[in-house]
């Protein structure tokens, strides 16, 4: 059990404090996680046992977040660790994912303007900021809000438990060593924090010279962020390979995108409408899908803008459509708790669907003999395993993952070890989706408004 995740006010006032500082002092790694040695020297000072800490009083659920803490330790986090859903899908929370300001993604080929976004929106610059026509940003850069100007390598950030960030260490030290946090004092950064990626540049040979998962790490992101903005250059169309994965990765999180035509004051009227129509196309081709996403118009930057060659039309027309783009962001924050409701009802809902593809994979080993090669058959036809998923459990088909990324991941595992399905389990995750959240919602109100 992650010890972290537990609120130590839930105990009486007069010990909670005590019961902190033998937390403290128990992790002997300062990661926020107990494991062997640690878990026992915290239980013999505290006298507490795990059955102690899994019953949250309800006194200690004092908003919606702290509701969904109780609910994940209590019914949805047991079932993730029985059925290895950390090594499928995504790492178990922590009270920091639940606890995480909202946070804005923004993602584009190089020298679209992404970090020169955030500079506008700052009105200054953060630490680490480099901007020019070359690709200048070679990593993830997260920024937010702190108390002085600084810059944390990757490497200590994951392991802080204070930062919703420790899930990015399965990519190992090759991206850690391509990803900081720029702190800074910022009234916005204490509602919001931005998170700069590196340019996407074009060609298969970029995607190979990266030592690490780029695409597994904007897809990690993008399930984190409550705002993805793909920035696009009047200049660059081209949506090349790796944008196109990129893209591709985002499915699932089609409400949280946000697609805006930067630098559209370098090209006059009657261009811009063409362009604008070419992008639509692109983009069409890479989403497969028929809804129309929503395009925003203009120049984010710091410096004045001639509008001269766009026509009368041309500024009122980009500061309205700046406008609305700023008006979304400022609700990210009024949305922050429906966001992470809507994201716990998500992981809920893919918790489940990975606990019957998991315990049918492992009903379906012999007792005996042919193990080996009854799990090949099984990854082969995996595609066949999930319909008949589908069908046994009433299972709706788009809230199956990937079956490809899927079996890649299967084959590093023995099923024969998989656990079987424990209907109690599942039982517990449908009452608090049919009951527990809904009666949540009606016992506390939006803390944003």
Known sequence: MDLAIVPFDSF????????????????????GRFTGS????????????????????ASAVTSIIDGLKKLYIQKLRPLEATYRFNDFVSPLLTNSDFDAKPMVLLLGQYSTGKTTFIKHMLNSNYPGAHIGPEPTTDRFVVVMSGPDERSIPGN????????????????????????????????????????????VLSGEKQRTQRAYDFTGVTSWFAAKCDLILLLFDPHKLDVSDEFKRV??????????????????????????????????????????????????????????????????LGSDLFEKEQEDLLSDLKDIPRKACDRKINEFVKRARAAKIHAYIISHLKKQMPALMGKTKAQEKLITNLDIEFAKVQRDFHLPAGDFPNVDEYREKLCGFNFDK?????????????????????NLLKTFRNPYG
């Open 418 to 438: 998989f656990e079987r399905l424990k209907p109690k389990m599942i039982d517990a995750v449908d009452d608090m989706l049919a009951y527990d959240i809904p």
């Open 12 to 31: 009486p006032k007069d010990q909670h404090t005590l019961y902190q500082e033998w937390f403290n002092f128990a992790d002997s790694d300062g990661d």
């Open 156 to 199: 200590t950030i994951a392991v802080q438990a204070d930062m919703p960030f420790s899930g990015l260490s399965n990519f190992g030290s090759a991206f850690l060593s391509k990803f900081e946090c720029s702190q800074m004092p910022h009234p916005l950064l204490e509602q919001i924090t931005f998170v700069d990626s590196p340019g």
């Open 247 to 312: 893209i591709s990765s985002l499915r699932g999180h089609d409400d949280k995108i946000r697609v805006v035509l930067n630098k559209s004051h370098q090209v006059d009227t009657q261009q811009l409408m063409r362009i604008y129509g070419a992008l639509m196309w692109s983009l069409g081709k890479v989403l497969n899908t028929p809804e129309v996403m929503r395009v925003y118009l203009g120049s984010f930057n710091d410096k004045p803008i001639d509008y001269a060659q766009n026509g009368p």
């Open 38 to 57: 640690d878990a026992t020297k915290f239980f013999s000072m505290s006298n507490l046992s795990r059955q102690d800490l899994r019953q949250i009083p």
